[in-house]
């Protein structure tokens, strides 16, 4: 005899007094809860759906095996709770399962138990839904909280690094200026913030002259800043701003790459900006532009402290000759 058929003969193999299949068939048939019968062990195979399923697009039909109508049960812990309910004495258990439409994303949960054998018709066990709309409602909204919560996680991550780089950054301007400083800064920056590269952009006569930047992805150019007026609304609000593709372009970055502005603006002058490149966009939110600010008044300090010992040194030079 095959081992099949043994192992449901070993199970099944007494009657017990209940409800036939079809008896317990009729009586869900308008349950609104998805109901399965599936026969097994080997192949298991669909046997029945109620209208609840039936209505589900995807889901498998009267025939089908399970396994090849849904691939995704096939490394579902449900598979195994199947397979013990046909090859042992197990009582009924719950399972979460893929859902019946077939989405690998969506998860069902159903009781399962066994159907009194019928002589001479394959074993059966049933698979009741345990979920209704109300389940349903109380699942979607618990993942929208938990994707709430997931973006919360990973505002406050990016929040923590633009203010673990102010701090170093802070710590790094208490030192003599000059450009080794600057050059430390953006160094900071790029390994705080998850930047793939960044370089500074020196504003002169209405032109970005942005030199190399620090990994080389960006090579050094410059562009006029009043052909692009999205970036000269940035240098004049001093706000943070992700370049368009045209004036990525004129500076050079690399396609697949993003690039973002960051103008120093110190007393209503404009110094430059630093242009940081990303792998993808961090949206510039409202929390996000005061730390960004804050990013670029420490950056601005720096450079205009450069500039003014640059300046008084050189009015000695000329006092002394």
Do not use: K
């Amino acid at each position: 005899m095959p081992i099949s058929r043994a192992v449901a003969r070993a199970s099944f193999g007494a009657a017990p007094e209940g409800l036939s299949a079809g008896a317990f068939a009729a009586l869900v048939e308008r349950v609104p809860v998805p109901v399965v019968a599936v026969s097994g062990p080997v192949p298991l195979r669909v046997e029945y759906g109620n209208s609840a399923v039936r209505a589900v697009a995807g889901a498998p039909r009267a025939g089908e095996e399970l396994v090849v109508a849904l691939p995704s049960f096939r490394n579902s812990p449900c598979l195994e709770a199947l397979l013990r309910l046909f090859a042992t004495d197990a009582g009924p258990t719950e399972c979460e399962h893929p859902a019946w439409d077939g989405h690998s994303r969506h998860i069902a949960r159903s009781a399962l138990f066994r159907l009194p054998a019928e002589l001479g018709a394959p074993p059966l066990v049933a698979m009741v839904g345990l979920e209704g709309e109300g389940e349903r409602a109380a699942r979607a909204a618990l993942a929208e909280r938990l994707r709430e919560l997931e973006h919360l996680r990973r505002q406050d991550e990016r929040h923590n690094r633009w203010l673990d780089a102010i701090s170093t950054l802070a710590g790094q301007f208490q030192t003599e200026p000059g450009p080794a400083v600057v050059e430390a800064g953006l160094d900071v920056v790029i390994r705080q913030t998850n930047a793939v590269d960044g370089a500074l952009a020196t504003y002169v006569s209405g032109r970005l002259a942005v030199q190399r930047s620090r990994r080389g992805l960006l090579p050094a150019g410059e562009l006029t800043v009043v052909a692009h007026p999205e970036l000269a609304r940035a240098l004049r609000d001093a706000a943070p701003v992700w370049l368009d593709r045209i004036a990525a372009a004129a500076l050079g970055v690399p396609a697949g790459v993003q690039a973002s502005a960051l103008p120093i603006v110190v007393a209503a002058e404009p110094l430059g900006a630093l242009v940081f490149l990303f792998n993808e966009i961090e949206p510039h939110d409202a929390d996000n532009r005061r730390v960004l600010a804050a990013f670029s008044a420490a950056m601005g300090f720096g450079l205009l402290r450069d500039r003014l010992t640059r300046e008084l040194r050189e009015a000695v030079s000329g006092s002394l000759s």
